[in-house]
């Protein structure tokens, strides 16, 4: 596929038309959520174009009370087909051995990062098998995914689209308001510490 040439035409299509295309391709189709701030309207887009899509959720177990309640009302509501992945440590286990999270700055803390994230994701991925990926990453995030375009390919080779690459914050934020969704800003990744910071998930997966 000519990365270049398709990003042109999906740069001024909306995201759900970004989403019919996707769908529209030969190969397994799944969307990932984390279940953070904002993860509400894609999911939402998702169900509306493709009421059968398989959900993936990387659940690290470090996720605050509110996120689990939000996590769960999106699923329940919505009735997601959802499978959902955890690391094979708990985090109870996995806080005695390091003791606690290890700061970005501190050889451990790739490899937890690598335990809580990244091996349930392939794990995941081994599983399921997606040829299309279709993610929340949007351009404004970060300097990493500011290079990137609605669609880019994974390491792996897995084709990566993302309907709401050009959306600020302001727009997801209108649409949740305009369709009632609920949301939740209490979100923590430990592998990231910072907003503004990868995890390492899209450049090893």
């Known amino acids: 596929?000519?990365?270049?040439?398709?990003?042109?035409?999906?740069?001024g299509m909306t995201p759900e038309e970004i989403i019919r295309w996707a769908v529209s391709l030969s190969g397994r189709v799944i969307t990932t959520t984390t279940f953070?701030?904002?993860s509400a309207p894609l999911i939402h887009m998702?169900?509306?174009?493709?009421?059968?899509?398989?959900?993936l959720w990387v659940d690290s177990g470090y996720n605050t009370p509110a996120t689990y309640r939000y996590a769960h009302k999106l699923i329940d509501d919505m009735g997601l087909d959802i499978d959902i992945y955890c690391?094979?440590?708990?985090?109870?286990?996995?806080?005695?051995?390091?003791?606690?999270?290890?700061?970005?700055d501190e050889p451990l803390h790739e490899e937890f990062t690598r335990q809580v994230k990244l091996e349930p994701f392939q794990r995941a991925f081994d599983t399921l098998k997606p040829d299309i990926w279709i993610t929340g990453i949007r351009k404004e995030e970060t300097e990493h995914r500011s290079e990137l375009g609605v669609i880019s390919y994974s390491k792996q080779g897995v084709l990566k689209?993302?309907?709401?690459?050009?959306?600020t914050e302001a727009q997801l934020v209108t649409y949740r308001t305009k369709h009632d969704l609920p949301n939740e800003s209490n979100y923590y990744?430990?592998?990231k510490a910072e907003a503004n910071r990868?995890?390492?998930?899209?450049f090893e997966i």
């Not at 689209?161 to 959306?167: C, I, M, R």
Request: net charge neutral; proline share 9%.
């Open 87 to 104: 690391p094979l440590i708990t985090a109870a286990r996995q806080n005695m051995l390091l003791k606690g999270i290890p700061s970005v």
């Open 198 to 202: 990868e995890c390492g998930l899209h």
């Open 189 to 191: 990744d430990p592998t």
């Open 36 to 38: 953070g701030d904002n």
């Open 46 to 55: 998702v169900k509306q174009v493709c009421p059968e899509m398989k959900y």
């Open 1 to 11: 596929m000519a990365v270049d040439r398709v990003n042109a035409v999906l740069s």
């Open 161 to 167: 689209v993302a309907p709401l690459f050009y959306w």
